[in-house]
């Protein structure tokens, strides 16, 4: 019993260290649901968990030694919310917030693209553990998903955070996912590879 406890506490250590920037693209996400309508709450909801479930069955795979990723160029999914930040910027009016993500599956994408670096972390505590110790991993991640979606939810409810992103989203929306993105690409260091490559 205490190892089951021990288990589930460092999960949620995991869990929190690597997924701590969900919450800002969640509550993007929830604020673009009360003012756009998209993604539905739902959408966003099983995309987060679809994402999550995704990175932890690659790196359970990958841990299985089933499946071998080189590591730097995971981090060129991050041209992924650069993409879709420089499509919203496009298509958005002057006034209003752009619905960046509209569906489960781009949800799911931005997740995927945000916490590919989470399989660096998976992966090793995957190895460490049995396989009791890893459904209680997987346990506490489908609980903890749920807690940020709730974070997620509240936020975006928040009178000035919606304000903010009604007055401020048609270009704040889109930048932070530009940002995020650009991030990705240069903690992952695939910047670092594609000028070797090229140079």
């Known amino acids: 019993m205490i190892d089951l406890l021990s288990t589930a506490g460092a999960a949620a250590v995991v869990f929190a260290a690597t997924d701590i920037d969900d919450i800002v693209i969640l509550t993007l996400f929830f604020v673009a649901a ?20 995704a990175l932890a069955l690659a790196s359970a795979v990958i841990a299985g030694g089933l499946l071998v990723v080189p590591d ?39 997740t995927i693209a945000n916490g590919a670096d989470n399989v660096a972390v998976y992966v090793p505590v995957f190895r460490a553990l049995g396989v009791a110790d890893s459904a209680v991993l997987l346990l506490v991640f489908v609980l903890l998903i749920a807690l940020w979606c709730a974070a997620g939810a509240w936020l975006g409810g928040h009178r000035r955070v919606v304000r903010l992103v009604e007055r401020a989203g048609a270009w704040l929306v889109p930048t932070i996912f530009i940002a995020i993105g650009l991030v990705i690409l240069v903690s992952s260091g695939v910047l670092g590879r594609l000028v070797d490559l090229l140079g």
């Open 34 to 53: 009360r003012t756009t309508g998209k993604p539905r709450t739902w959408e966003i909801v099983a995309g987060q968990y679809l994402g999550i479930g």
């Open 72 to 110: 730097p160029w995971t981090g060129l999914l991050g041209l992924l919310p650069i993409a879709l930040g420089v499509r919203a910027l496009r298509s958005s009016g002057d006034d209003e917030a752009p619905a960046v993500v509209t569906g489960a599956l781009g949800v799911a994408g931005v």
